[in-house]
C-alpha cells in the first residue's frame, strides 16, 4: 500500500469515526417538524429483528418508532430509531428517552401509549415512559388463529369462522378477553392431540399475562392505534432489507453507521437537517 492510499484511509477511518460520533451521541438536535393538527396521541414501539455480526453469530438489532397522532387518530408524523446489537440494549434506550422527551416538551397534553408484542424487556421500558401499555393486536390474533390450526386441523371453513368470530369481538366489543379465556380453559376438555393442547395452553398464558393490555374496544373509541405495524416495518426496512441479504456479515461500527443514517432517511425533514449542520459545521479529524 502506498503512502496516498494509507493516509486516504486513515482519513476515511477518522471521517466514519465522526460520523457515528454525530449520528449516535447527543451531537445534533433534530427539529420535529410542525405539524398542522392537535396531537392527541403518541404511540412509542419497540422491537427487535436478527442480524449477523462478526465473530459474534446472529444478534438481535433494535428498531424504534415514536409516531405522532392526530384526534381522528391519523398518523401524522414518526421518528424511526435504529441500534445494532448491544447487551442490556442501555444505548438504544438512552436514545428513546432522548427523543421521547424532546417530543413531550412539543406535545406535553398529548396521551403516551406504549405498543409492542408480549416480550417482557419491551414492557419493562414502556411502562415506564408510557400513559397505556397496548398488546399488538395481530399478535393476539396470531396466538387465536395457532388455536383455530389446533382444534379445526381438518376444516378450513370452520377454522376461518372461528378465528373471524373471535378476532372481531376482541376487536370491536369490551371485555372479551375473559371470555375468550373461559372458551379456550373449555376446549382443553376436548379430545385433541398433545400439540393442539400445548397451543392452547400458550394462548391461555399470553391472554391472561397480558389481559390488561387488550382492551382494544375501548382503545379504538379514543382512537389509539393498537398494532405496532410501523415497528414492524421498520424492522424490515431499517434492519433486515439492508443488513440481512444473503452472506452479509457485519461489524458493528459500520452496521451501527448505516442503521443510523437509514433512521434519518425515514424519519421526515432529519436527512436534511442533518447534512444541512454537517454542511455549517464541518466534521472533526482531531
Known sequence: MDNGSRVNREIYARFCESLKVKLLGSTYHYETPKIDATISVVAVSMDGACMYINKEGWREAMAGTIALYDAKGERRHTIYLGATPEYGKATF?????????????????????????GAPC?????????????VDF????????NVAQAVFPDSEAERSNWLEYHCHNLKHYPDMTAGILDELRGLKERKLSRTAKEQIDSTITYFTNHRQQ??????????FPIGSGVTEAACKTLIKHRLCAAGMKWLEHGASLVLSLRALVLTPE???????KINRYGFSFA
Open 93 to 117: 434506550k438512552q436514545r428513546m428517552e432522548q427523543e421521547m422527551a424532546h417530543v413531550k416538551t412539543l406535545y406535553p397534553d398529548a396521551t403516551y401509549i406504549g405498543i409492542a408484542d
Open 122 to 134: 419491551n414492557w419493562t421500558f414502556l411502562e415506564a415512559h408510557t400513559d397505556y401499555q397496548i
Open 138 to 145: 395481530w399478535h393476539a390474533a396470531h396466538y387465536l388463529a
Open 214 to 223: 387488550m382492551n382494544y374496544a375501548d382503545y379504538r373509541l379514543r382512537h
Open 270 to 276: 432529519r436527512w436534511d437537517q442533518f447534512w444541512s
